[in-house]
């Protein structure tokens, strides 16, 4: 009862004095804020990196050609990843379900008739990559095991080169010029981004072709594999890399890498991130907590009659000091509810702006209101109100009834 007639004395005294109570409750507003508002953002990206990783499966496991400057040096053979490094996985790793090389060239000028588009990507795959990249096809059909072993001049395009090269009609069967080469379009990809990136200007051919009339040699970017169903991905990859590292007589120069870990690692930079970024905006609520003390000290002198009048009724020590913790406690609450209400608000806003503009990608940023953290951001906020006021509290609940009833 005495809590609850504390509170509601709490409430009277910032309707009382409206702007004294918010430039004393501006600390707190702005340190709840900022902490709920670093929150919000935060998991937005954390969602908005796991579901970049969703469109090319969690399983799905990477090798890469990456030594050292140092080790450059002293390689001797290992020159990077070719087709025979595709083949002695296959032979020698067991528990792999899907193995595809992945090869890609520098932007070429894409022909048909009088039409053009300059930056055409062009990439070298087998009949496995759009399995693994949980690519689907719009028009037409895959890349096939066929087309690898005679290197035909077929060829799968994206959107936005069937668009602009083919207009309204359906490119399947037609023909496209690339570098001198005429290609076959028989399939056409749907449209997928990952990391502001798209594949809409992608012309995918043969890996075989790709090497024989475009790149040259047999050098890939990277091989990507998929486990079997059962195995463990991290099993998978340490078989992979023990492998990799028989193959390079145990120079580090290969890199394993899985979406899951990649991801993992990811959210644990962007945690860390977030933690820090919070922790350093909640020292405002330091500051809020240091102008509650002040106005309480203020409140104390304004109401030191009223406190002796209380003490000197019968009122207890225990008494005045719930009541000043009790209104710091308020004040800060209020303070720290204002603050999660402007964070809520802010975050539809940068909600509203990013989907607006497809930032980072499309639909943009989703920033839902983390009530879990605006709760304990609210409750630690009237915590610091109250830790801040414990000491104009102890200072009242000490008066002497007789020398405050005579202070002016």
């Given at each position: 009862m005495q809590i609850g007639q504390s509170i509601v004395v709490a409430l009277e005294m910032l309707k009382l004095h409206k702007l004294r109570a918010f430039l004393t409750m501006l600390g707190v507003i702005?340190?709840?804020?900022?902490?709920?508002?670093?929150?919000?953002?935060?998991?937005?990206?954390?969602?908005y990196m796991g579901d970049q990783f969703k469109g090319f499966g969690a399983d799905t496991i990477y090798v890469f050609y990456d030594p050292g400057r140092r080790m450059r040096e002293s390689l001797g053979a290992v020159e990077g990843l070719t087709m025979d490094d595709v083949q002695y996985l296959r032979d020698r790793v067991d528990g792999l379900d899907l193995i595809s090389p992945y090869a890609q060239g520098p932007a070429e000028r894409a022909t048909v008739e009088d039409r053009t588009v300059d930056n055409a990507v062009t990439k070298g795959v087998d009949e496995l990559y759009f399995e693994l990249n949980?690519?689907?096809?719009?028009?037409?059909?895959?890349?096939?095991?066929?087309?690898?072993?005679?290197?035909?001049?077929?060829?799968?395009?994206?959107?936005?080169?069937?668009?602009?090269?083919?207009?309204?009609?359906?490119?399947?069967?037609?023909?496209?010029?690339?570098?001198?080469?005429?290609?076959?379009?028989?399939?056409?990809?749907?449209k997928s981004q990952a990391f502001g990136g798209t594949n809409e200007?992608?012309?995918?051919?043969?890996?075989?072709?790709?090497?024989?009339?475009f790149q040259g040699g047999d050098k890939l970017m990277l091989i990507s594999m998929k486990p079997k169903p059962g195995i463990e991905v991290q099993d998978a990859m340490n078989r992979v890399w023990?492998?990799?590292?028989?193959?390079?007589?145990?120079?580090?120069?290969?890199?394993?890498?899985?979406?899951?870990?990649?991801?993992?690692?990811?959210?644990?930079?962007?945690?860390?991130?977030?933690?820090?970024?919070?922790?350093i905006a909640a020292l405002s609520l330091?500051?809020?907590?240091?102008?509650?003390?002040?106005?309480?000290?203020?409140?104390?002198?304004?109401?030191?009659?009223?406190?002796?009048?209380?003490?000197?009724?019968?009122?207890?020590?225990?008494?005045?000091?719930?009541?000043?913790?009790?209104?710091?406690?308020?004040?800060?609450?209020?303070?720290?509810?204002?603050?999660?209400?402007?964070?809520?608000s802010m975050g539809l806003v940068v909600t509203a702006l990013t989907?607006?503009?497809?930032?980072?990608?499309e639909g943009g940023l989703a920033t839902p209101f983390p009530v879990a953290a605006a709760l304990v951001s609210a409750a630690f906020s009237a915590l610091i109100g109250m830790v801040f006021g414990l000491y104009?509290?102890?200072?009242?609940?000490?008066?002497?009834?007789?020398?405050?009833?005579?202070?002016?």
């Open positions: 702005i340190g709840v804020m900022s902490v709920t508002i670093i929150v919000m953002v935060g998991n937005g990206f954390q969602a949980s690519n689907t096809m719009l028009e037409g059909r895959n890349l096939s095991a066929d087309d690898l072993d005679r290197k035909t001049n077929a060829c799968v395009i994206g959107e936005d080169i069937k668009n602009r090269l083919f207009l309204t009609d359906s490119p399947i069967g037609k023909y496209i010029s690339m570098r001198g080469i005429t290609l076959e379009v028989v399939g056409v990809v749907k200007r992608d012309v995918y051919m043969p890996i075989s072709t790709f090497h024989k009339k023990e492998a990799m590292m028989i193959r390079s007589g145990n120079k580090r120069v290969y890199r394993v890498d899985s979406n899951e870990s990649i991801l993992a690692s990811i959210n644990a930079v962007l945690g860390g991130a977030k933690v820090l970024l919070a922790a330091l500051v809020g907590g240091i102008g509650i003390m002040n106005i309480m000290l203020v409140s104390v002198t304004e109401r030191t009659k009223e406190i002796g009048l209380r003490k000197a009724v019968g009122a207890p020590a225990r008494s005045v000091l719930t009541q000043f913790l009790v209104e710091s406690g308020t004040l800060s609450l209020v303070g720290g509810l204002i603050g999660m209400a402007i964070a809520w989907a607006a503009s497809n930032w980072p990608g104009p509290a102890v200072s009242a609940a000490k008066l002497d009834p007789i020398v405050a009833l005579r202070r002016e």
